[in-house]
């Protein structure tokens, strides 16, 4: 599903980490770095296809195991860089690697543990061809560098699932999960990130997620798209609204319900939710898309903890495998039932086993 990569980067093992804008040919190299200070817990891949000015889409994969997925052992995935303009996120991650590596061989117990019970995938980049052009703008326009080198916005690029959703509620139909099968026709055609991305997503069975964004201080929670379809601030909860807002998501302030901030259709927060089994939510890291680089380490500092706890989170819930006398059950629907209030209340949106579907 993933190519192979032979980088061919002369690295020293003993380097240290440098809190600086990297470029998209020293991105890769840090990487490798990092896998070259802890060999058996990474692993370096590229998703199905580059960008449009054929930059590779890396990935780095923590986990006791790199390369296999494991029962009882959840994915999570962080995607930073998604505009290319808004660069913290894409440091952080770089930043994120090294540390953890840095701390299992430090034999911190802390992330440890959180390595052998977890598979963690950090997508620096999205928009590798975005970053290229904001920074050679001087990385202080508010929107040079945000869209692809197709000039899209690729946070707007999903298939539209908000819209399936909805049309099914008003005509009484209880279906709004693993929704792309539905997709009968697109609002626009997908391009190479969004598709490599979408075949990363249904390939992987993640359950926890968080896009890395700037421009603003708030975390942002499903669904981003109205209801009523106009590009209004609308409240518009998900089936797991209760779960999004409360406590395992954030505390009151700078948390927000999507549409009731802004509505947005074709984003990817949504589209983890409607066709996979991912929780995801959108973090804006500060007002500053393009922070100056001596800021950066401060940066880290101020959302290190925050990025680790998060990922904790896929540890909260239940974990387990359905089964018959045959064995593992793939598609197995899973609903579920809240019974923390006075009367039971089902959860309108159900998971399913390992369920596997390839974008053409």
Request: aromatic share 10%; glycine share 6%; with cysteine.
């Amino acid at each position: 599903m993933y190519r192979i990569l032979f980088l061919c980067f002369v690295v020293s093992v003993s380097s240290k980490f440098a809190w600086k804008h990297h470029n998209n040919e020293e991105l890769p190299v840090v990487l490798e770095e990092v896998h070259q200070k802890c060999p058996n817990i990474t692993r370096v891949y590229a998703l199905t296809e580059p960008s449009v000015r054929n930059v590779p889409l890396y990935v780095i994969e923590l986990s006791d195991s790199p390369g296999f997925h494991q029962p009882y052992k959840p994915e999570v995935k962080y995607v930073g860089n998604i505009h290319g303009n808004e660069v913290l996120g894409r440091e952080l991650l770089l930043g994120l690697a090294d540390y953890l590596c840095e701390q299992y061989n430090n034999n911190d117990r802390h992330i440890r543990a959180l390595i052998h019970n977890t598979r963690i995938h950090l997508l620096p980049a999205m928009n590798p061809d975005g970053w290229q052009l904001s920074t050679d703008a001087g990385g202080q326009d508010y929107l040079i560098g945000r869209n692809n080198n197709h000039s899209v916005d690729l946070n707007r690029n999903f298939p539209d699932l908000d819209a399936i959703t909805f049309e099914f509620e008003r005509q009484g139909i209880s279906h709004n999960n693993h929704l792309l099968r539905d997709v009968t026709r697109l609002a626009a055609p997908l391009e190479p990130e969004t598709r490599a991305v979408m075949r990363w997503m249904m390939s992987i069975p993640f359950v926890l997620s968080a896009a890395l964004h700037g421009g603003d201080l708030v975390a942002n929670y499903p669904y981003d798209e109205s209801r009523s379809g106009a590009p209004v601030s609308e409240y518009s909860a998900s089936p797991d609204d209760d779960t999004f807002s409360s406590y395992n998501f954030g505390v009151q302030g700078g948390v927000t319900n999507g549409a009731a901030w802004y509505s947005l259709k074709g984003g990817m927060q949504d589209f983890n939710y409607l066709a996979t089994n991912a929780f995801e939510i959108t973090l804006e890291l500060g007002c500053d898309k393009y922070p100056l680089e001596k800021d950066l380490e401060k940066e880290w500092h101020r959302n290190k903890d925050a990025l680790i706890a998060y990922i904790w989170k896929a540890h909260t819930g239940v974990k387990g495998i359905v089964t018959d006398d045959s064995g593992f059950i793939q598609n197995a629907v899973i609903s579920v039932v809240n019974i923390t209030g006075p009367v039971p209340k089902p959860i309108r949106h159900d998971v399913t086993t390992g369920t596997y579907f390839i974008i053409n």
